[in-house]
C-alpha cells in the first residue's frame, strides 16, 4: 500500500524567506505526486503536479525517486502564501489520492 | 463555470440517526471521489465512481457508509446510526473521463455527531 508523510505539521516563516515543505512517499510502483493547497475558507485545489514539470505562484517540486521525495519549495514567501499543504500521490493508472498529513505554512509580515 | 457543490454545508445530528450528504460533480465530469478530512485521520479516500462501472469502494470504514451515484452525475453518501467519530468534513471531488485528469473538490461538508 501506498504512503505519504509529511514530517512537518507547522512552518512560520517570515515574508521574503524561503520555505521548503517536506513530503516523503513510499511505493513500489511509478506514482504520480501533487501538492494541494488550501487557502482559508476555501476549497482545496491543486497547486502543481510532478509530471507538469511547472512551476506556480512561484512554487516547485522535484520529484526524487531515489530518496523516494517531493519537497515544495519556494525562494520569497509571501504572505498570501499562508495556507495548509497536502502532498498526494496517486499511483500510475490509478485513481484514488492518497494524502499526506498536511503542513500549515504560515508566513509572517 | 460551477464548481463541484455540496450540501448540506453543516449538519449537526445525534449520535445513532442516519444522514445523507449530497455532491453535485461539474457537468461532463464522469470521475466522482468521496474524502473524508477529520483532524485524526488527516484526508481519507472513501469511494470513487467511474461512469457505468462498479465503484471502488475500498475506502468506507465501516458498513455503516454507503453512497451511490444516480444517472452518472449527483452522488449521495450515507453514514447509518452515526457515531461521534464520524465527525469530521467530507469532501467530494470530480474529474473528467481519464483517471489522470485533475480532480476538482467541493466546498465540503462539515459533520457533527453529538
Known amino acids: 500500500a501506498q504512503r505519504v508523510t509529511q514530517p512537518e505539521k507547522l512552518l512560520s516563516v517570515f515574508k521574503g524567506a524561503p520555505v521548503e515543505l517536506k513530503c516523503n512517499y513510499s511505493?513500489?510502483?511509478?506514482?504520480?505526486l501533487f501538492w494541494y493547497v488550501q487557502y482559508s475558507r476555501q476549497r482545496l485545489q491543486l497547486l502543481l503536479r510532478?509530471?507538469s514539470r511547472e512551476s506556480i505562484k512561484g512554487f516547485t517540486a522535484d520529484l526524487n525517486k531515489g530518496e523516494t521525495s517531493f519537497h515544495l519549495k519556494k525562494p520569497f514567501a509571501q504572505e498570501e502564501d499562508s495556507a495548509m499543504y497536502y502532498c498526494?500521490?496517486?499511483?500510475?493508472?490509478?485513481?484514488?489520492?492518497?494524502f499526506g498529513g498536511g503542513t500549515r505554512v504560515l508566513v509572517k509580515p | 463555470g460551477a464548481g463541484v457543490s455540496q450540501s448540506p454545508s453543516n449538519k449537526v445530528t445525534e449520535k445513532g440517526k442516519d444522514v445523507e450528504l449530497r455532491c453535485d460533480p461539474i457537468?461532463?465530469?464522469?470521475?466522482l471521489y468521496w474524502y473524508r478530512q477529520s483532524l485524526g485521520q488527516g484526508l481519507e479516500f472513501l469511494i470513487y465512481f467511474q461512469g457505468n462501472s462498479a465503484p471502488d469502494k475500498s475506502g468506507l470504514p465501516s458498513d455503516r457508509f454507503s453512497a451511490e451515484r444516480t444517472g452518472g452525475s449527483v452522488s449521495t453518501l450515507t453514514i447509518q446510526r452515526t457515531q461521534q467519530e464520524d465527525s469530521a468534513v467530507y469532501l467530494c471531488?470530480?474529474?473528467?473521463?481519464?483517471?489522470?485528469?485533475?480532480?476538482?473538490f467541493g466546498p465540503g461538508t462539515r459533520l457533527t455527531v453529538l
Open positions: 471531488a470530480s474529474s473528467p473521463s481519464r483517471t489522470t485528469d485533475t480532480q476538482y
Open positions: 510532478h509530471i
Open positions: 498526494a500521490l496517486r499511483r500510475a493508472a490509478g485513481n484514488k489520492l492518497t
Open positions: 457537468s461532463g465530469h464522469t470521475a
Open positions: 511505493y513500489s510502483g511509478s506514482p504520480e
